[in-house]
């Protein structure tokens, strides 16, 4: 229930009578009891208490609501003769004699065909200001924050991003100063390393145009997400703005496909693709129409649910005019305008023949190189993801925005270190195929991420229909896909330009 935006909370007493109560979101719909020598009986909340805070402007003599309680009560009410309607007086509930419900020994027990008579009262009390309204609602965890537990995560997280930076710079700058030392003719015919790929680095991968949809919907993404942190950040989108984050996160993807587009072409146009429009339609409509048909498909099992939470068709209408009448022509304007600048030069040239790769070590392996690689960046998170999944499926205040924002610029660091240390590797090892293994080492996080909302769903949540079920690993799918897609375009950015700047620093003959 809501009041003027504020959310019903139920406040519960600690055992320190002093200590302020501690805020309960909503209330429970019944209880479950066991009277003597029977079974278990369930009786339902049917009377509800409401208090309604307000702080009076004494200079205007005008009041604003500042806080909505609830305290229900199961009650058996009672009234004489045949039910009429508004016309009935309960004897158990009787505004003109003031009498309360509190005192009442008859809980409402639940059976089939039994009566339920639901009533309510409101009390009005004068309260905090106004600005101090969301207070009680930031403070509900009883709980304090594990700010300790968060820090200590990103102290890690920034250790080890310090050492591997350290780590391979002094690597680098020792390669690269061997490379160009003068070397005698012998020496020079047995190139080792990265430098004795240097005519296939460069070479355009396979599936090349696929690349080019998800590094462009990746960087759409980056995008959003970051102009969203900064207007949080700055407090633009606090709780008490009701579907505000939403909105934001809606609006920015539409215009971001403006970037999507450009991204998207400027790598097409550097693999030699001609097709522009081609490719710019794809980066429009494939990640929108994998995440709507997931998306349809839920909001179908909640119709069928008759639940309220359903997405309603004029919203949904809405939703496809934002995506075929904004995003779709501003991806194409950005592909235009990607495709008419130059294509970027590759700092090597390219070898018409492929050189064999020789056997790989199983440590080197595809596979295992890109599930250990998506390790870290979930490390940089996870602590920060138990929050925002408690504050998503149990119904709590997010608003440490800061905290994410700071989460946020971790995971873009350690996404692109681990990925250039294990490109690194791989061309040291005379494995030239980078280009997709870029994307997917950082991108894998997304694997672990949906594996702990798996464990979260079995250790944190009490769901048992099959339909809500659905709807949570329907919805972490979603948010895990896009986690993909994020993480796998910082990576692959990263690894570009690491390649671009190591290739570009040696002498080639």
Known sequence: MILDNLPLVFPARRLDQESPPIYQLGYYVGVKGQSAGKDERYYIYNHLSFTVKYHKDVQTDTARIVGFEVRPYSV?????????????????CDPHTKQTVVNSNSPQEVEEGKE??????????SDVKWASRWDAYLLMNDDQIHWFSIVNSLMIVLFLSGMVAMIMLRTLYRDISKYNELETQEEAQEETGWKLVHGDVFRPPQNSDLLCVYVGTG????GMILVTMIFAVLGFLSPSNRGGLMTALLLLWVFMGLFAGYSASRIYKMFKGTEWKRIAFRTAVMFPAIVSSIFFVLNALIWGQKSSGAVPFGTMFALIFLWFGISVP???VGSYVGFKKPAIEDPVKTNKIPRQIPEQAWYMNPIFSILIGGILPFGAVFIELFFILTSIWLNQFYYIFGFLFLVFVILIITCAE??????YFQLCSEDYLWWWRSYLTSGSSALYLFLYATFYFFTKLEITKLVSGLLYFGYMLIASYAFFVLTGTIGFYACFWFTRLIYSS???D
């Open 219 to 222: 960087v759409q993404f980056f």
């Open 76 to 92: 058996k009410h009672e009234y004489e003769g045949k039910w009429n309607e508004g016309n009935t007086r309960l004897s158990t």
């Open 418 to 423: 681990i990925t250039i240390v294990l490109c």
């Open 116 to 125: 339920i008579i639901f009533t309510y009262d409101v009390d009005f009390k």
């Open 506 to 508: 040696v002498k080639i």
């Open 330 to 332: 501003l991806v194409f």
